[in-house]
C-alpha cells in the first residue's frame, strides 16, 4: 500500500493509509464548467515511496507548480501542471473551502506529449475511504489502490 506525507521537507512511510497532508500552500478557484483547484507551494516539499518496483514521488515546488512523477521498470516519467478538476457529488474540505467531488483528474505532461489521461484518482466510496490511481505512461500502466486523503493546514 502506498503511504506518503508532504510536511515541511519531511518524508514519513505510513502503514496502510495513503495520505497527502500539505502545509504552506495556497488555494485558488478557477470557476468554469469545472473547479479548478490549483496548488501554490511556499516551500519544496517532497515525498516518495516505492510500490512494486516503482518508484512514485509527489512534490510541490515553489511558486504555482507542482510535480509528479515515477520511476521504475519503464524509466522515469514527469507529470507536472498538476491541477485537480473536482467533479461528481463526494464532498471534501480544503480549509474553509468545501467541494463536492467523485473524481480528481491530473493534467500530465510527459515530456513533450501532454495527455489529460494519464493520472487520475477516481473515489469509490468517498474522500477518505478507497481510491483507484492509474498512471499511465507511454506504454504500460502502473496502477495501485488504496486509501486517499487529503487535507490542508491553515495558515497561521
Known sequence: MLSMDIR????????DDTQFTIEDVNFFESMG?????????KKVVRTENVIDGEKIFLELRKGD??????TG???TYYFDKLEAILEG?????????????LRMHWYVK??????????RFTFKDGVGK???????????????VGRVEISVL???
Open 65 to 70: 507548480s507542482a510535480l509528479l512523477g515515477v
Open 89 to 101: 457529488n463526494v464532498r471534501g474540505k480544503f480549509g474553509d473551502l468545501e467541494w463536492e467531488a
Open 33 to 41: 464548467k469545472d473547479e479548478t483547484l490549483a496548488i501554490s507551494a
Open 154 to 156: 491553515e495558515n497561521k
Open 110 to 119: 510527459l515530456g513533450e506529449i501532454v495527455s489529460e489521461e494519464g493520472v
Open 73 to 75: 521498470r519503464r524509466g
Open 130 to 144: 478507497s481510491s483507484k490511481m492509474v498512471i499511465r505512461p507511454t506504454e504500460g500502466v502502473v496502477e495501485f
Open 8 to 15: 515541511e521537507n519531511r518524508v514519513e512511510n505510513f502503514d
